[in-house]
Nanobody, 124 residues
Framework: QVQLVESGGGLVQAGGSLRLSCVAS????????MGWFRQAPGKEREFVAV????????DYLDSVKGRFTISRDNAKNTVYLQMNILKPEDTAVYYC?????????????????WGQGTQVTVSS
């Protein structure tokens, strides 16, 4: 059974930082690209960041470039999202997702497995 479990969300003031983690089980983690998405109330789920199998390629939503960093530890089956200089507009439920085809897609429909999400709230 495939499981992706996110953690690290919480309430933080604007300008602060959080690090999200997503631990995968039931898949050969090192063969999957891993993405982070977010969904704010009343809005569609949007792409945030993605990292390739070995971490050599990354891609980011323009509004988080320079503030967020995606990384992975294949030995721990874990992908991270370091979020700095957080803004109120970053408030959302953050999801990790796994794509087995090795690309670094921005489209949610390309991903095979999803976590349950972790809430990030940034106060002004």
């Amino acid at each position: 059974q495939v499981q992706l479990v996110e953690s690290g969300g919480g309430l933080v003031q604007a300008g602060g930082s959080l690090r999200l983690s997503c631990v995968a089980s039931g898949i050969t983690f090192s063969r999957y690209s891993m993405g982070w998405f977010r969904q704010a109330p009343g809005k569609e789920r949007e792409f945030v960041a993605v990292i390739s199998w070995r971490g050599g390629r990354t891609d980011y939503l323009d509004s988080v470039k320079g503030r967020f960093t995606i990384s992975r530890d294949n030995a721990k089956n874990t992908v991270y999202l370091q979020m700095n200089i957080l803004k109120p507009e970053d408030t959302a439920v953050y999801y990790c997702a796994a794509d087995q085809w090795g690309a670094t897609p921005r489209e949610a429909k390309q991903y095979d497995y999803w976590g349950q999400g972790t809430q990030v709230t940034v106060s002004s």
